[in-house]
């Protein structure tokens, strides 16, 4: 009897948390890029980030995917820890939403929401109608749950054993907020652990008291998980909105917990109904905890920012090293702080470079895995970098000021453009090298080595172009173009040469060697993005091909412009 009890019971709330997680996935595949995008919009105050939170939250059914959705806003600059804190207590209060829907006898519309969620799921032609029916068939699920869950309890009723168990259990309100605490950090999901609550309320297991603590233990619990993943990361700072909302439950917990036995009591003489006594309940704590935090969240911020301050590794490439956050304000020191890591970030492009040709000409397969290291830390400052500048240009900068934060950002993409090729191409033909144990016959090693140090060679002109905007500089950094396909074409007719003489390491590495000089000269054509806006500045590019045809009377297709596709490539 009991066995069977404990099994029905495990498989409804089994049942409960997959009905919540197919309500959340479909959620977020529906709606999640708009999701992410109005929440980015709205952070600007506290109460506008209080109601993003909310509604959000009342979507997802996730207070702990709203923060992880958030944690990627904070934890790189874009919003301020004050409007992100703000936005966990509206989460908080979004996520007693459901369970207010759902205290309500709703068992009749299970089965509609099951029929018309696999129709849709099924039948729909577009992605958004599939997702929609799935977040039907999750609500549907939770519904039938939640009837299971009354339906396995019933039985029970008549058993002493169990009733003397879950009186034990939740005699004291402290030994309760705990155990309601444990299991929501088991479940992952405070929603869960409510809805269980009120199932145990309404078959009468556990007194309204008891069902309170259960409901502080959840809103506890919830708070747990984000702060237990938090700590894996080195770097404090980003601990400070997990500790931040759980620093507000733990703050609640204690000052609700003296007032559980009078507050129980006044709510079930205003609803006897025990589920929805539990519903009323969750959804007061986190709107009193929201009405006691609003205001001291600019004090609670600046505690936080103490107590967890930035940590700054000089080991780790993909920290970045000159984005100074207290300088945003002052746009020509920021503009100079961005340019800098920029050329930080070229400095591991150029390590990359150096490292590629190495590993292809030596086979060496630690070099291949630092590489991809490396990799990981371009695209990490890329990140950074271009986030950093769009904080900056949230206040209007003047035509220089804006024309110069363009240059870095383009700069910037095309490093992390020229990461991709070295770690996606270049690594990919020499771990294809390492594996069939192939070598470059001695002319093509040598071809490829000139080729090699041509490109590093333009990477460091086209950062001083960058550093200088030297016309002459970037008129020279264009010419090389030039040079660079003659050398292309060259190196291509000596290598088909050797496969017309039948050479054997060049039959081998035919199409190895080939790849490799047009990935290179891939790499050089976004070096030379890094001219055009010297010489725009100047104006020494020439305007529309189009309408220089038009002007001169030529047919259309000559003419070298701005627009001309060579101008974007070497």
Known sequence: MATTILLDLMGGVALLLWGLHMVHSGIVRAFGAGLRRAMSAVLRTRAHAFLAGLGVTALLQSSTATALMLSSFSASGLVDLTPALAVMLGANVGTTLIVQLLSFDSSAISPLLLVVGVVAFKRSRQSRGRDLGRVAIGLGLMLLSLHLLLTSLAPAENAPVVRTLLGALTGDPLVTLLIGALITWLAHSSVATVLLTMSLAVSGFITPLAACALV????????????????????????????????????GCALALPLLSPLSQALAQWDADPARLAADFHTLFNAAVALLFILPLPWVSRLLTRWLPEKRSSEDPAVPLYLDASVVNTPSVALACAARETLHMGDIVETMMRESMQAILTNDRKLVAEVAQRDNAVDSLHEAIKLY???????????????????????????????????????????????????????????????HRLIIDNLKLSFSVFLSGDVKSARQLLDEKTRVRELEMRAAEQHLQRLREGRLESIETS????????????????????????????????????????????????????????????
């Open 216 to 251: 502080l233990g959840a809103n506890l619990g919830s708070a747990l998980n984000p702060f237990i993943e938090g700590l894996s990361s080195d770097n404090p700072a980003h601990r400070r909105l997990p500790a931040g909302n759980l620093l507000t439950r733990v703050v």
């Open 389 to 451: 500048v769009v904080r900056l240009t949230r206040d209007s900068l003047d035509e220089a000021e804006g024309r110069r934060a363009m240059e870095i950002m383009a700069l910037a993409i095309n490093l992390e453009h020229i990461g991709d090729i070295i770690d996606k191409n270049l690594m990919e033909l020499a771990a294809k090298k390492i594996k069939r144990q192939l070598q470059f016959s001695r002319e093509g090693a040598q071809e490829l080595e000139a080729f």
């Open 511 to 570: 199409s190895l060697h080939l790849d490799i000089l047009r990935d290179l000269k891939r790499i050089h054509s976004h070096l030379c993005a890094a001219a055009y806006p010297a010489l725009e500045a100047a104006g020494q590019l020439q305007p529309s091909r189009l309408r220089q045809s038009e002007e001169q009377g030529l047919p259309k297709g000559q003419g070298v412009s701005l627009d001309d596709p060579a101008a974007g490539h070497c």
